[in-house]
């Protein structure tokens, strides 16, 4: 098990709601990056922060946003939820400037979209 | 055209066998590559990691990378019932992150089971 935690695991909403995931990081690490897998999947790059900014982000709208907190910790917001939001949507913390084998992935949250 | 493409399966094996799993890229930005296991209902976890062309062993798994053929691959030697898992093929123009623009482009996984 890594040191990155993730809550809820499992979420339900309907389409048009809001929501928030949230990640703690492994301690001393002070990047974070979400990602999201569909099923049958591999992972895609949402964002990733860094000191408290967007760090870089992929190929999704606005209506995902984040947040990183002063402790590392971070959060995941998706607004006007559509069904094709339903997917397993992990974080993963690393140390800024470490290579990518310091990087470690969250259990992920469920989140399915009636 | 993705920028990774992967063999989805499912692939299923007798126990001991080897195993090999396969990628192929068309970003020539790609530096680094990973794999990684995905158990059921669980975050990726790093198996192997490396830079440019070449082999890389630990234990029971050797990645290979050929960046002429743009094609990486990882064998599984002598395989176990707990290796069954979905493996992901991960890729990144660089290998540090914070600072910059750091990400990884995933394949879309080979589920293996491997039978006792």
């Known amino acids: 098990e890594t040191g990155v935690t993730q809550s809820p695991t499992h979420l339900i909403k309907t389409r048009g709601q809001q929501v928030t995931l949230r990640c703690s990081s492994q301690s001393g690490h002070n990047t974070v990056s979400w990602y999201q897998q569909a099923l049958g999947q591999g992972p895609q790059f949402i964002f990733q922060?860094?000191?408290?900014?967007?760090?870089g982000r992929g190929n999704f709208p606005p209506r995902f946003s984040g947040l990183q907190f002063p402790n590392y910790s971070s959060e995941l917001n998706v607004n006007a939820l559509e069904l094709d939001d339903s997917a397993l949507y992990l974080c993963?913390?690393?140390?800024?400037?470490?290579?990518?084998?310091?990087?470690?992935f969250g259990p992920g949250t469920r989140l399915t979209v009636l | 055209q993705k920028e990774v493409e992967q063999d989805p399966g499912p692939l299923s094996v007798p126990e001991g066998a080897i195993v090999s799993l396969n990628c192929t890229y068309s970003?020539?930005?790609?530096?680094?590559f990973m794999w990684y296991r995905q158990y059921s209902r669980k975050g990726p976890e790093l198996l192997m990691y490396?830079?440019?062309?070449g082999n890389k062993e630990d234990g029971r798994f050797t990645a290979q990378v050929d960046k002429s053929s743009k094609y990486i691959s990882l064998f599984i030697r002598d395989s176990q019932p707990s290796d069954s898992a979905t493996y992901l093929c991960a890729m990144s123009p660089i290998g540090y992150s914070g600072g910059s623009n750091y990400k990884l482009t995933f394949g879309k996984g080979t589920l293996l089971t491997v039978n006792p």
């Open positions: 490396t830079y440019s062309s």
């Open positions: 970003n020539s930005a790609f530096q680094y």
């Open positions: 993963a913390s690393n140390i800024a400037g470490g290579l990518a084998d310091t990087q470690y």
């Open positions: 922060y860094y000191r408290e900014e967007e760090n």
